[in-house]
C-alpha cells in the first residue's frame, strides 16, 4: 500500500485529475467475478515501473499471485483488463494461461476483457 502510493505520486501530482481518479478506481475495484469459475481470486492490477518493462517482471508478478492464490484454497484466478489499445497486455495475460472469458462494458463506455485462469489445470 505505501509503497504503491510513492510509485503512484509522482504521475498523481502531474495529472491529479486522470491519474488519482484511476488510482482510486483501481484500489475500490472488487472485479465482476464470473460465474464460470466461482471461488476465484481477483488480480485486480499489476504495474511495472517503465525502466523493467520487457524483462519478465510483469510475468514471474502474475505467476507469484496465482502460486499464492492457489496456496490460499483459489480454484482461479480472474482479471478485467482494457480491450481496445491494449494488445500488448491482452497478449501478456495468454501467455500466461488465462483465456477470454468474456466482454464488459463499463458505464463510463470503456470496453473490457475479463479473463480467467483455472490454477488446477495450470503447472
Given at each position: 500500500g505505501v509503497g504503491f502510493a510513492l510509485d503512484a505520486?509522482?504521475?498523481?501530482?502531474?495529472?491529479?485529475?486522470?491519474?488519482g481518479g484511476r488510482v482510486l478506481r483501481g484500489v475500490?475495484?472488487?472485479?465482476?467475478?464470473?460465474?464460470?469459475?466461482p471461488g476465484a481470486a481477483l488480480l485486480s492490477s499489476i504495474a511495472v515501473r517503465p525502466s523493467?518493462?520487457?524483462?519478465?517482471?510483469a510475468g514471474r508478478l502474475i505467476?507469484?499471485?496465482?502460486?499464492?492464490?492457489?496456496?490460499?484454497?483459489?480454484?482461479?484466478v480472474y482479471?478485467?483488463?482494457?480491450?481496445?489499445?491494449?494488445?500488448?497486455?491482452?497478449r501478456l495475460y495468454c501467455r500466461h494461461g488465462f483465456e477470454l472469458e468474456s466482454e464488459?462494458?463499463?458505464?463510463?463506455g470503456?470496453?473490457?476483457?475479463?479473463?480467467?485462469?483455472?490454477l488446477d489445470s495450470w503447472t
Open positions: 505520486m509522482p504521475a498523481i501530482m502531474r495529472r491529479p485529475r486522470e491519474i475500490r475495484f472488487r472485479g465482476d467475478p464470473p460465474s464460470s469459475l523493467f518493462a520487457g524483462v519478465g517482471v505467476e507469484e499471485f496465482c502460486l499464492q492464490a492457489g496456496t490460499l484454497g483459489a480454484l482461479g482479471l478485467t483488463t482494457d480491450r481496445d489499445g491494449n494488445s500488448g497486455v491482452n464488459l462494458h463499463r458505464p463510463d470503456r470496453a473490457m476483457n475479463r479473463y480467467v485462469r483455472r
